[in-house]
C-alpha cells in the first residue's frame, strides 16, 4: 500500500504573510471545516476501536492513551476529563506523553524518537492483556508510538491507532487504527491544527461513547460528575429538581447528604 503524509503536503494557501487578520481567520475556519466530514469517513473505524474499548473495561481493562507532543497532549486531557465528568477512577483512563509529564507543558527534544521509552511507561502502570492501549500520532510515524504499539501487539494487549495519513506504518501497526484524513494544514506542517482537531473529536467520540454504555450517563445528563466546584453543584442540583419534581433547597440537602446525583435520585424517598 502507498503511504502519502498528506499532513505535510504544502498549504493550499501561500503568502500568509500578506493577508488580512479576516482572511487569515476565514482561511483558517474553512479549512477547520472539512475535519468533521473526514471524521464522518472514519465512524466504520471509530466504532470497532470504541467497540474494543468498551469490551476491555467492561471486563476490568484500563485505556491508555499514548502519543508525542500535541498528541500526547490531547489523549492526557481526554484522560483527565473522564474523572470529574463520569465520575470514573483517575487509573480507569490514562494518559501517556513522551518525555514524561514535563513534556505536557514544554517540548522535549527527540523525545519522540525514543523507541522503548513507551513500553517502558507502560510498565510503570502494569500494564496487561486485560487493557487496550491507542497509539495516537498525526503523521502516523512516531517512533515512540509505533515501537510502543508493537510491543503491546507481542504481549497480547489490544491495540488501536488515531492518525491523520492513509496507510501510514503505524495504522499498520495497529490492530484497530483509524484515519482521519484531513489533508494539508493552514500553516505546512503544523498538524496541531486540523490534525490536533480531528483527533480531539475522535477522541471526544471513544471516551464519551464508551462512557456511556458503561452506563456512567442517565438519560442525557452526567449524573456520576464530581461536584468539584460550585457551576458543577448547581448543575446537579438542577438535575435532581428537574429528575425529582423537587425544589432547590431539597435537591441541595439531598446532593450534600448523598454526594451523587445517582445516589441521590436512587435513595430519595418522599
Same mark, same amino acid.
Given at each position: 500500500m502507498t503511504f502519502t503524509k498528506t499532513t505535510e503536503q504544502d498549504s493550499k494557501y501561500n503568502h500568509l504573510e500578506k493577508m488580512t487578520v479576516s482572511q487569515l481567520l476565514t482561511n483558517i475556519n474553512n479549512e477547520d471545516k472539512t475535519v468533521p466530514l473526514a471524521v464522518e469517513q472514519a465512524l466504520p473505524q471509530i466504532e470497532k476501536l470504541t467497540q474494543q474499548i468498551v $469490551?476491555?473495561?467492561?471486563?476490568?481493562?484500563? !485505556?491508555?492513551? +499514548?502519543?508525542?507532543?500535541? #498528541?500526547?497532549? !490531547?489523549? +492526557?486531557?481526554?484522560?483527565? $476529563? #473522564?474523572?470529574?465528568t463520569f465520575g470514573v477512577p483517575h487509573e480507569l483512563v490514562v494518559g501517556l506523553i513522551a518525555g514524561g509529564d514535563y513534556a505536557i507543558r514544554k517540548a522535549v527534544e527527540f523525545a519522540e524518537d525514543a523507541t522503548n521509552q513507551g513500553w517502558l511507561d507502560l510498565q510503570e502502570h502494569a500494564i496487561s492483556h486485560k487493557d487496550i492501549v491507542v497509539g495516537i500520532a498525526a503523521s502516523g510515524t512516531t517512533p515512540y508510538v509505533i515501537s510502543t504499539l508493537e510491543k503491546c501487539n507481542e504481549n497480547n494487549i489490544i491495540t488501536g491507532s488515531i492518525s491523520c495519513n492513509k496507510n501510514s506504518p503505524l495504522s499498520s501497526t495497529a490492530q484497530f487504527p483509524i484515519e482521519v484524513v484531513v489533508g494539508p494544514e493552514f500553516v505546512t506542517g503544523s498538524s496541531r491544527m486540523k490534525a490536533g482537531t480531528a483527533q480531539k473529536l475522535v477522541l471526544n467520540m471513544l471516551s464519551t461513547a464508551t462512557m456511556i454504555q458503561l452506563g456512567k450517563v442517565k438519560g442525557n445528563k452526567m449524573v456520576d460528575m464530581q461536584l468539584s466546584n460550585n457551576k458543577l453543584v448547581d448543575r446537579g442540583e438542577k438535575m435532581l429538581v428537574a429528575a425529582l419534581n423537587i425544589d432547590q433547597t431539597t435537591a441541595s440537602t439531598l446532593l450534600q447528604k448523598f454526594g451523587s446525583v445517582r445516589n441521590a435520585i436512587q435513595n430519595y424517598k418522599p
Open positions: $469490551e476491555k473495561l467492561k471486563t476490568g481493562g484500563r !485505556l491508555f492513551y +499514548i502519543g508525542a507532543g500535541t #498528541c500526547g497532549r !490531547l489523549g +492526557i486531557l481526554d484522560a483527565s $476529563e #473522564c474523572p470529574p
